[in-house]
């Protein structure tokens, strides 16, 4: 097998992971924006969503289960962490390989003598629209600025409400865990470049 071959086969299952990854953070980042969604709700509907959480389980198990607010919120805390998590992973990850890509697209060409292998790199980064530059910025900053301060608000609405000080200490510590990450993904996806 040439080497070209090698290339070429490792750069189609490179993509190919790359696009199964980009299905997968489409999904987290809905399932993420849902609990983010309820985790704000929880400021304004506390006792309503509680309730139709447990006619909801009534209905669907005929299980009769009155939740106690504060374990819904550490419950929502965990959950919304753990997507945190793994949708910043996702991300990551698909942020890598793109110079990785542009890495395989440059070996192929040079070995083709061509400009031409370049469609998810140069090619693709050629005349940018301005529209996919504001959707980057409401992705990379809109909506981590958004997350941090729906969590801050979320954790400060807890204490102001104080039901089970161990409830909120976790929870506070849930909500730190998540401004910490994003403030980092932010640093992440912003570097400071310098000369």
């Keep these: 097998m040439e080497k070209l071959d090698v290339l070429y086969d490792h750069y189609k299952e490179t993509v190919h992971i790359s696009l199964d ?74 942020e890598r390989q793109y110079g990785y890509i542009a890495l395989l697209e440059d070996k192929i060409s040079k070995i083709l003598h061509e400009k031409c292998f370049k469609r998810e790199s140069d090619n693709y980064l050629d005349k940018y629209p301005k529209v996919l530059d504001l959707i980057y910025i409401f992705y990379t900053w809109i909506i981590p600025v958004l997350i941090i301060a729906v969590n801050v608000a979320k954790s400060i609405f807890e204490w102001r409400n104080l039901v089970n000080i161990w409830g909120v200490v976790f929870d506070t510590v849930c909500c730190a865990f998540c401004v910490i990450l994003t403030v980092m993904y932010l640093i992440m996806m912003h570097p400071r470049h310098t000369n």
């Design 21 to 94: 990854t980009q299905k997968k953070r489409g999904t987290l980042f809905v399932i993420f924006c849902v609990l983010e969604l309820l985790n704000f709700s929880m400021l304004l509907f506390p006792s309503e969503i509680a309730e139709s959480i447990s006619q909801y389980i009534y209905s669907t198990y005929e299980v009769t289960f009155n939740f106690n607010i504060s374990l819904l919120q550490s419950a929502i805390w965990i959950v919304l962490s753990y997507t945190m998590i793994r949708y910043y992973q996702t991300n990551i990850y698909i």
